[in-house]
């Protein structure tokens, strides 16, 4: 087990002894609760948690048996802080209590506050990831958290479906090697989260004319150093005088988020480089870079994805030949890395 690793299990304890420790362990894990089971089964309990820091996130895979999980005064009184907690389900279907009653099935989602109760009536076997947030660190991404708070995150809603699948992909083992810096994956987890508020709580006035004009400025700016492929959200924050929390919520709360921003601007860019004849002396590969993409496979996939047709085959739609092209007026079939 890696040292980051903090593991809790009743396979280390003796059968009498394992609602006891067990329910400690999720209280020094997660927050203050009470863990008991059907006297039936109660003998054959197991339950083990895993968990890791990601940042100021705390990343728990959670598996057991039959069980249940409760939360109430008592637990709540003993508390040292308020915490967000979001839990996703990955096997079976099971039923909570916390600010009113839902069924999570696989994939599905619940965002909890700890300053509210909570029934959890888990299956066997139940596997989950439930990631501990900060009320600081929810507030920066979701201002008003009780838009999201005992409701379920249903896998089949556009940006729930997205931020399931990469939470569910989060485990302590990837945390502790992760190929990316804490703080990027972090901020995808709550640029997701933001997406999903705003998604579940869609008003019809749609996004304050603030945020739609700190909007308009991230999209200027973003338009005009998106050849850079070094541009970022926390680069496009420093000069706009925002952190870039702001700039990830904003973008949420219109629905888009940093990355799409940016391809889009760097595929408009190259279309129109493409498509004019003041860059027929340029190459293709030539032009992807210069657009910002610093990977010319990359490139083409993107064009390909987003236009159907290779960057070769844009230029020749559009009537523009290279100058090879020119000394060569029967060219053979696009090479699909064109």
């Avoid at 979001?86 to 279907?93: C, K, T, Y």
């Avoid at 009653?101 to 109760?117: E, H, M």
């Avoid at 501990?132 to 896998?155: D, H, M, N, S, Y």
């Avoid at 290779?310 to 090879?324: F, H, M």
Wanted: glycine share 4%; net charge positive.
């Amino acid at each position: 087990m890696h040292p980051l690793i903090r593991r809790w299990s009743t396979e280390d304890v003796a059968p009498s002894q394992r609602f006891a420790y067990y329910s400690e362990a999720l209280s020094t894990a997660l927050t203050p609760m009470l863990v008991s089971a059907p006297a039936e089964v109660a003998d054959a309990f197991r339950a083990e948690t895993r968990s890791a820091m990601l940042g100021s996130i705390a990343v728990l895979r959670q598996t057991g048996e039959i069980s249940t999980a409760y939360r109430g005064a008592a637990e709540i009184a003993r508390s040292a802080e308020r915490s967000f907690h979001l839990i996703v389900n990955l096997i079976a279907p099971w039923d909570v209590e916390h600010r009113g009653r839902v069924r999570l099935a696989p994939g599905d989602a619940i965002f909890t506050d700890s300053n509210f109760g909570h029934f959890l009536d888990l299956p066997r076997p139940y596997e989950c990831v439930n990631l501990k947030f900060t009320e600081e660190w929810v507030r920066q991404w979701v201002p008003v958290p009780a838009v999201l708070t005992g409701r379920t995150i249903p896998a089949r809603a556009p940006w729930a479906r997205a931020l399931t699948a990469f939470v569910s992909q989060l485990t302590p083992e990837f945390v502790v090697s992760a190929p990316l810096p804490h703080a990027v994956l972090a901020d995808q987890v709550g640029a997701l989260l933001a997406l999903v508020a705003t998604e579940m709580s869609a008003t019809r006035d749609g996004p304050s004319r603030p945020v739609r004009d700190v909007r308009a400025r991230i999209q200027d700016l973003v338009t005009e150093r998106c050849s850079d492929p070094e541009l970022s959200a926390s680069v496009v924050a420093a000069v706009l005088g925002v952190s870039p929390r702001t700039v990830h919520r904003v973008l949420a709360a219109c629905g888009t988020t940093f990355g799409a921003q940016l391809m889009d601007a760097r595929v408009a860019l190259a279309l129109r480089m493409l498509e004019s004849p003041l860059f027929h002396r340029v190459t293709t590969a030539e032009i992807g870079r210069r657009a910002g993409f610093s990977d010319a496979s990359h490139f083409v996939r993107v064009v390909r994805s987003r236009c159907k047709r290779t960057p070769l085959q844009v230029r020749r739609d559009a009537g523009i030949r290279s100058d090879a092209e020119r000394a060569d007026p029967a060219p053979g079939p696009a090479s699909p890395t064109d």
